[in-house]
């Protein structure tokens, strides 16, 4: 049975060689972390990820959240997990020092992520929403409120959320309805219906802060209306117990993955008692979300990676083992079977889910770095930083996502019928990375957001800082032998896309901006190939200087390595130029298509 | 308050390491270096041991100089003080010069109420060295430890014993050997991660501990390997068939001669 569900070696690699985490250790902030610290972090987070979170991974999904009628059971293991969790630290790992966290790297952070994600994705959600929360109430929260909520959710005990999307406001946020109805006590009185809460209630916590959207009394409409809350299921009262908060939670949602997290639908205010406690300015709530909107798409992007990571290890594991069938070569069938992975084509659907797994990693790594970068740099060097930044949030979000569901099929296939049941894992991988193109924007979402903000924004500046990145890569690339022919490819292709956006501008320029973003999902699409395959390009050069060394990563390792980079330019970049035909093909007819044209 | 010294080994992570096919010997470079599995057992004992009675705990190791990481790990779970024993004269010692070497080393650190060791370390797997030490250091030698209690100068030791259960008094000083059924091991937290391997630890040679070189070392142990052989284990499949009461009266039989279920 599978037993690996991600590489500790290729971490490693991606961490050390790849993107030089130790380059952040030498900035104060970072001063006090250093390579042996990381690699005890790494082992420790291994050593929760083996001990609690995959033991449980598969029972989990086939004993879901279940709805009592007031709150949601969930599985006995998740109250010691996160238990441990707020003992070691974890939960305000990345908090500064002055708000008692450990100032940890994100990068570092995010490797432990994956780690703790692979093993067991819904599980790792529950610490990892309370960070979320957290943070959003370190930055915008009173003193006092601050005070009241975040001990207690630091130690676990209490768990926090993201309550945004409501029946009739999923992408469209701008449309929440929640109302927050002003008093003269020092609270808003709420009232409204929320759906799709991630953690919105259980019984591993003893209580449920979310971070709420809503509207108060009055409010302009459109985005500039909304403001951001504090409303708990239970209220500290004057006495210091907590008293009920009017947040009932109406039902738990059946999902086909991801189901060892309860996503619930909540009812505020039935009894006109449901109080709401104002995060700093008014009608600022949506900007003040997404402030931590770019560190949550990263997470769902190496939420994807990760559960693609451990469907790919059990499914290489499996075509190790299974026989069946002999060399294309050999006639005599009196001859053993082989293992399947010594069919090319098993190969191949191997080295598809390596390089979506190793190259999403890579990427996913990269983007936490930026964020420490960001946190540390200063002046025109920052703002560069944060507009690579602010172009990438949309990949990273969206190419994991994406390509996870393709690589948990391929692992599926490479398991033959078995796949397919639930004697084995993989097919609970497929379900579960099927949520991740849809939460936190969805990919049609994230293609507007890539066209129509991040390409525009500051007259292209986004565009330009992250062609200057790359541009690094490939000139460095260009002098080395072997890496040369895949430099020249990755240029090439560059210059396709810099067409491609050109072309899509034009719209714009003429004020169609409805063909403008009609194929933004497919331009998100071309875009996330060039990326995966800079961040190829980068473990390229970062294996070759490694085999230089004698290294401790072995030459298999980086020889593979070297012909996954050569897998992803053979036959996963060429697709960009189907893509460039198809947008330049298209005329964005999808425009003039009408609902009556599905007619029957 | 209690003295509690608990002794920690660096090994290769023989679990992921490859052997000379010929000579059965590990290869070293393969395999990363980690704490001794069972040693970490003994190191929450020790701590748990500390926070229900009080105390300091001190982690002694002996090995190389890389051993220090292992050190490092001991601080992060919560180790009070940290020991390497570390001299070129000491490489190669077996497990009975080890067990000496480390009697010695401890015998110098003062006054102690408890010793604790990993029952056994995965290169080896001899667990020669805790049954040693205890020789060497004459004290009560107690394993298969499931609880532990201290009361007025006494150890009173619940253990799980073949298939009998045990509870046992026993007078301090003792020396206790944990497995991986004595305990879990907690997860250290992140901010002890983050400052343990900054953390100054003593270091004794063999000026420290005493003797010479001819007592230590290859030249001072008396075990010899006399040959090494690989088991090349190979998987069978076999096809129990009846009712279900004969299916599993089958496994039964199968899972008791080999020696998985012995009662
Ligand atoms: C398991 C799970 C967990 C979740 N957790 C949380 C949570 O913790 N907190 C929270 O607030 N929400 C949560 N959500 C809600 C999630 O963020 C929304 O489901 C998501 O934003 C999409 O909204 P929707 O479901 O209403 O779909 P819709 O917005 O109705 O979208 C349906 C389809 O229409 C497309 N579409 C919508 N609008 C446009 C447009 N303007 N242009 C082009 N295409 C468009 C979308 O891309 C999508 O393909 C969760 C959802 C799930 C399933």
Redesign the interface.
């Known amino acids: 049975m599978a037993t690996k569900f991600y590489s500790e070696k290729n971490l490693k690699f991606v961490l050390n060689e790849v993107h030089r985490i130790g380059e952040l250790f030498k900035h104060e902030r970072f001063a006090?972390?250093?390579a042996?610290?990381t690699q005890?972090?790494l082992d420790?987070a291994k050593?929760?990820a083996n001990?609690m979170m995959f033991p449980v991974f598969a029972e989990m999904d086939k004993k879901p959240p279940e709805y009592t009628g007031t709150t949601i059971r969930v599985h006995p293991a998740v109250r010691p997990f996160v238990e441990?969790m707020a003992?070691?630290?974890?939960i305000n790992?990345v908090m500064p020092y002055d708000l008692g966290g450990?100032q940890?790297p994100l990068t570092l952070f995010n490797a432990c992520m994956f780690i703790f994600a692979a093993a067991n994705y819904s599980m790792s959600v529950y610490p990892g929403l309370t960070t979320g929360a957290l943070s959003l109430i370190y930055l915008f929260a009173t003193k006092e409120l601050q005070d009241i909520y975040a001990p207690s959710m630091v130690a676990g005990k209490w768990q926090g959320t993201m309550a945004l999307t409501e029946p009739e406001a999923g992408s469209s946020l701008s449309d929440v309805r929640t109302t927050a109805f002003p008093t003269d006590k020092g609270y808003y009185l709420i009232k409204g219906q929320k759906t799709f809460i991630s953690a919105g209630e259980h019984d591993a916590a003893e209580n449920i802060v979310h971070l709420m959207l809503a509207r108060i009394k009055g409010a302009p409409a459109g985005v500039k209306g909304i403001s951001l809350f504090i409303v708990p299921r239970h209220r500290p009262g004057a006495d210091g117990k907590l008293e009920f908060n009017d947040v009932n939670c109406t039902g738990c949602y059946h999902k086909m993955g991801y189901r060892g997290s309860p996503i619930t639908q909540l009812a505020m205010g039935e009894s006109d008692d449901c109080r709401g406690f104002l995060l700093g300015e008014a009608n600022r709530g949506l900007s003040y979300m997404f402030h931590m909107m770019n560190e949550a798409r990263i997470n769902v992007g190496l939420g994807a990676a990760a559960i693609a990571s451990a469907a790919y290890y059990a499914s290489l594991e499996y075509s190790r083992e299974r026989l069946q069938g002999r060399i294309i070569t050999e006639k005599d069938p009196a001859k053993p079977q082989i293992p399947i992975i010594e069919h090319a084509d098993v190969r191949r659907m191997l080295l598809k889910q390596r390089a979506i797994v190793e190259g999403s990693l890579s990427l996913v790594v990269y983007a936490g770095k930026l964020v420490d970068l960001i946190s540390v740099a200063e002046g025109e060097e920052k703002t560069r930083l944060e507009m690579v930044l602010e172009i990438l949030t949309p990949i990273v979000k969206t190419y994991p996502s994406e390509m996870g569901i393709v690589s948990t099929s391929q692992a599926i296939q490479c398991l033959g019928g078995y796949g397919y049941s639930d004697e084995f894992p993989v097919e609970q991988y497929m379900r579960d990375a099927r949520i991740h193109p849809i939460h936190e924007g969805t990919t049609g979402i994230q293609g507007m957001d890539l066209l129509g903000r991040k390409v525009t924004m500051k007259n292209g500046a986004a565009v330009k800082a992250l062609l200057g990145e790359m541009n690094a890569t490939i000139a460095a690339a260009k002098t080395r032998e072997g890496l040369a022919p895949y430099a020249d490819e990755l240029e090439k292709s560059l210059a396709l896309w810099q067409a491609v956006m050109g072309a899509a501008v034009q719209y714009a320029l003429k004020g169609q901006i409805d063909k403008f973003l009609a194929d933004a999902s497919i331009f998100l699409e071309l875009t996330g190939i060039l990326v995966i395959a800079w961040q190829w390009l980068l473990q390229g050069i970062a294996a070759q200087d490694a085999a230089k060394e004698s290294s401790a990563y072995g030459a298999d390792f980086l020889q593979g390595k070297l012909l996954t980079m050569e897998y992803f330019f053979k036959y996963e970049l060429p697709a960009v130029y189907g893509l460039e035909k198809i947008l330049g093909a298209s005329g964005a007819m999808t425009v003039a298509v009408k609902p009556v044209h599905f007619e029957d | 308050m209690l003295s509690i010294i608990v002794c920690i080994k660096q090994v290769p992570d023989t679990n992921r390491a490859s052997f000379d096919p010929r000579t059965g010997a590990i290869n070293r470079a393969s395999a990363e270096n980690i704490a001794n599995p069972d040693d970490l057992h003994a190191v929450e004992l020790a701590l748990k041991l500390r926070d229900a009675c009080g105390g300091r705990v001190t982690a002694i190791s002996m090995g190389p100089p890389r051993a220090a990481d292992t050190l490092a790990e001991a601080y992060a779970l919560g180790v009070d003080d940290c020991v390497l024993v570390s001299d070129p004269a000491f490489a190669g010692s077996d497990s009975l010069v080890t067990g000496k070497i480390l009697a010695r080393a401890i015998g110098k650190l003062g006054r102690f109420d408890v010793v604790v060791t990993g029952f056994e370390a995965i290169d080896g797997n001899t667990a020669h060295v805790s049954y040693q030490l205890s020789e060497f250091l004459g004290l009560p030698h107690i394993t298969q430890i499931h609880d532990l209690m201290i009361e007025d100068g006494h150890a009173v030791i619940e253990r799980l014993y073949g298939h009998e259960y045990q509870k046992i008094r026993v007078e301090l000083p003792v020396l206790l050997a944990a497995t991986r059924n004595t305990n879990r091991v907690r997860a250290p937290r992140l901010a002890d991660l983050k400052s343990c391997t900054g953390k100054d630890f003593t270091v004794m040679t063999m000026a420290d501990v005493g003797g010479s070189a001819d007592e230590y070392g290859t030249a001072g142990s008396p075990t010899v390997v006399i040959g090494t052989e690989v088991f090349a284990h190979s998987r069978g499949r076999e096809e129990i068939r009846g009712t279900t009461d004969e299916k599993v009266e089958g496994l039964m039989q199968r899972l008791k001669k080999h020696n998985i279920l012995r009662y």
């Open positions: 006090e972390y250093s042996e610290s005890l972090i420790t050593g929760i001990g441990k003992d070691g630290g974890w790992a450990q940890m």
